[in-house]
C-alpha cells in the first residue's frame, strides 16, 4: 500500500467522517427543516452552500478539462454557468422567496392556479435533477476509481452508498451546513494545485495574472505543431453552437429546481439577493481559475509528455491508463508519444494536473477529498429537490393531503434512497462526458422551468392552460433536439446536442404567450399577487394601490 493511497484515504475519511457528523447534528425533525432548512440560513452561509450545491463534480472535474480541450469555445461553459447567476440574483430568486413556498412545482401550481402544471412540474423537476445527478456519481466514480486503482464502475457504487446516507439523513438542514464545510474542503483543494504550478511556471503565485504569458508560449507550440490554436475562437464548433451553449447555461441556471430551492432557506428577500451576490463571490474562485488550470495542464502535457519515450514515461500516466481514461497509442511505431496519440478524458484533468505537477502526495490527495465534495454537494441538493417533488408536490399535495409529518418525512428519506440507487445505476454507464450530461440536465431546465418561472413572474396574463402548454412543448422541443443532434446528426445553424436549450426555451415562451392569449385570464386577485412580488417586502399590493405593510388593513 503506497504513502499516496494512504495520504488521500486519510483526507477523504476525515472529511467524509466531517460532513456525516454535522448530517447527523443537524437531522430535520420537521419537514421544514427537510424542504427549506427552516429558513433561517444566513446569506454569507447560503451564498457558500450555493456555491458548493453549484460547483459539482462537471465543475470541478470537467470544466478545466473542457476548456483545455476545446480551447477558446469551451469558455461558453464558464460565461453560461456564472451569467446564470446574475439573471436569477436579480429577475427571480428575490421574487420567488416572497411567494414563500417550499418547491418550484410549488410555486408553479399556486401562481399558476393549476394542479395538472404542478405536477408536470414535479416530474420535470425528476428528469432534470436525475440527469443531473448521473453526472455527479459518474465524475464521483472517477474519484473514487483513481484513488483505489480500480474501475470507475466500482468506485460510482460506492460514491452511490454514501450519498444516499447522508442526504437521507439530514434533509436540506443537514444538507446545507454539509455544503457549507464542503464548500471550504473544495475551493482550497482546488486552488492550492493551480497557485503552485503558476509558481512552477511562471515565478508568479497568482494564476490569474500568470497564465496569459503560457498562452502566449503554447501559442508557438501549436504553430510548430500544426495544430488548431489553442486561442483562436470557433474552431470546434460554429459561432451559433456558441451562443447557444451560453444561453442554455446561462437560463438552465436560472431554472434548476435545486439551485433555487436554495434561495428558499432564507428569511427574507434582501436576504436572497445578498445570497446570490455572496455566491458569486464564491462561485467566481472557482470559474475565474479553470481558464489557468486548462493553460497549464495543456503547456505542461505539451512540453514534458508529448515528445518523450514511450518507455519514458511520468510514472502518473500508468496508473490513468488503469482507469480507462487515458489511452497512449504509438500510431507511427517510432516510439516516441506524439501530442497527437495522446488521447485524455477531459474527465481527469483537474485530478491529474497535481499529479502532472508533481506537486507531492498531500496535495494529490487534498485534490481527491475536494473533488468527491464538489460531487457529493450538488448530489445531496439534487436528491433533495427530487425527494421534494416526490413526496411534497406529488405524495403530499396530489395523493394524501392528510399525511402526518412524520410519514412525509419517511417518505422523503425512502425517495432519496430510490433515486440515488436509480441514478446510480445509469452513471455505471454514462451516455457521454460529465460536462456533456450536465448540459443535458441545463437544456432541460431552460426549455421548461425558466420560460414558466420568468412570465409567471413577470408577466401577470400568463394563465393555467399557458404554462401547461409551455412545460409539454418546452420539454419535448428540448428532448426532441437533443436526441435529434446527439443520434440522428440533425442540427440547425451547427447547434449540437449541448444548446438544444435555445431551441426548447423560444418554443415554450410563444407555446405560453399564444395559449394565454387565447384563453381566459387570471383572476384579479392572481393578477394582483404577481404584481405584489416584484417589490420589496415591507411593500404590498392591493386594490391598484402600493402601501406600506404596516398601513394594510
Known amino acids: 500500500m503506497d504513502a499516496q493511497f494512504i495520504v488521500s484515504l486519510a483526507l477523504i475519511v476525515a472529511t467524509f467522517a466531517l460532513y456525516i457528523g454535522i448530517a447527523v447534528y443537524n437531522k430535520a425533525r420537521a419537514t421544514s427543516d427537510f424542504y427549506v432548512a427552516g429558513r433561517g440560513v ?44 446574475l439573471l436569477l440574483t436579480f429577475l427571480l430568486a428575490p421574487q420567488l422567496r416572497k411567494y414563500g413556498r417550499y418547491t418550484v412545482p410549488e410555486f408553479i401550481g399556486d401562481r399558476y392556479r393549476s394542479n395538472t402544471a404542478r405536477l408536470i412540474a414535479a416530474v420535470a423537476t425528476i ?42 439523513m439530514g434533509g436540506m438542514k443537514g444538507i446545507t451546513w454539509t455544503q457549507v464545510a464542503q464548500y471550504l474542503v473544495l475551493i482550497i483543494a482546488y486552488l492550492i494545485p493551480v497557485i503552485f504550478m503558476s509558481l512552477q511556471l511562471t515565478q508568479n503565485p497568482v494564476p490569474w495574472i500568470s497564465y496569459g504569458d503560457v498562452v502566449s508560449e503554447m501559442r508557438t507550440i501549436d504553430q510548430e505543431l500544426g495544430i488548431s490554436e489553442y ?37 427574507t428577500m434582501k436576504a436572497a439577493r445578498w445570497s446570490g451576490a455572496w455566491a458569486l463571490l464564491f462561485i467566481g474562485l472557482l470559474y475565474l481559475s479553470a481558464p489557468a488550470y486548462a493553460a497549464f495542464s495543456r503547456f505542461i502535457l505539451m512540453t514534458e509528455v508529448a515528445g ?86 406529488i405524495y403530499f399535495r396530489s395523493i394524501n393531503p392528510n399525511a402526518s409529518e412524520k410519514k412525509r418525512l419517511a417518505v422523503g428519506r425512502w425517495s432519496i434512497v430510490l433515486a440515488t440507487v436509480a441514478a446510480g445505476l445509469i452513471a455505471l454507464n454514462p451516455p457521454g462526458a460529465i460536462t456533456q450530461i450536465v448540459a443535458w440536465a441545463f437544456a432541460l431546465a431552460s426549455g421548461s422551468f425558466f420560460p414558466a418561472l420568468l412570465l409567471g413572474v413577470w408577466w401577470k396574463r400568463a394563465n393555467g392552460p399557458g404554462v401547461i402548454a409551455g412545460l409539454l412543448v418546452g420539454l419535448s422541443v428540448t428532448l426532441g433536439y ?71 388593513k
Open 42 to 85: 444566513p446569506p454569507v452561509y447560503n451564498g457558500m452552500a450555493i456555491g458548493a450545491d453549484w460547483m459539482s463534480a462537471a465543475s470541478f472535474i470537467g470544466l478545466a478539462g473542457t476548456v483545455m480541450i476545446l480551447g477558446y469555445d469551451g469558455l461558453a461553459y464558464i460565461m453560461g454557468w456564472t451569467g446564470g447567476y
Open 127 to 168: 428528469i432534470i435533477s436525475f440527469t443531473y445527478s448521473v453526472g455527479q456519481l459518474s465524475g464521483s466514480g472517477v474519484v473514487i476509481g483513481r484513488l483505489f486503482e480500480i474501475n470507475t464502475v466500482t468506485g460510482t457504487l460506492i460514491g452511490v452508498v454514501l450519498i444516499a446516507f447522508y442526504s437521507a
Open 231 to 267: 486561442i483562436v475562437p470557433f474552431t470546434e464548433g460554429s459561432k451559433w453552437q456558441f451562443i447557444a451553449l451560453m444561453f442554455t447555461l446561462t437560463a438552465g441556471t436560472a431554472g434548476l429546481p435545486h439551485v433555487i430551492v436554495r434561495f428558499y432557506t432564507v428569511a
Open 308 to 393: 518523450s519515450q514511450l518507455n519514458n514515461l511520468p510514472a502518473w500516466t500508468q496508473a490513468w491508463v488503469d482507469t480507462g481514461r487515458l489511452s497512449l497509442a504509438d500510431n507511427n511505431s517510432d516510439g516516441v508519444l506524439q501530442w497527437s496519440e495522446l488521447v485524455i478524458s477531459n474527465d481527469i484533468v483537474v485530478m491529474a494536473t497535481p499529479e502532472i505537477a508533481n506537486l507531492g502526495i498531500f496535495v494529490i490527495g487534498l485534490m481527491a477529498a475536494g473533488a468527491m465534495a464538489a460531487a457529493l454537494s450538488t448530489a445531496g441538493g439534487l436528491m433533495i429537490a427530487i425527494s421534494a417533488a416526490l413526496s411534497h408536490d
Open 482 to 552: 437533443i436526441f435529434a443532434a446527439k443520434y440522428g446528426g440533425f442540427t440547425i445553424l451547427g447547434i449540437i446536442d449541448t444548446g438544444a436549450g435555445v431551441f426548447g426555451a423560444s418554443a415554450a415562451i410563444i407555446a405560453n404567450v399564444v395559449v394565454s392569449l387565447m384563453t381566459a385570464p387570471p383572476s384579479k386577485q392572481t393578477q394582483d399577487e404577481v404584481t405584489d412580488l416584484r417589490y420589496p417586502e415591507q411593500i404590498e399590493y392591493k386594490d391598484g394601490e402600493y402601501w406600506l405593510k404596516e398601513n394594510v
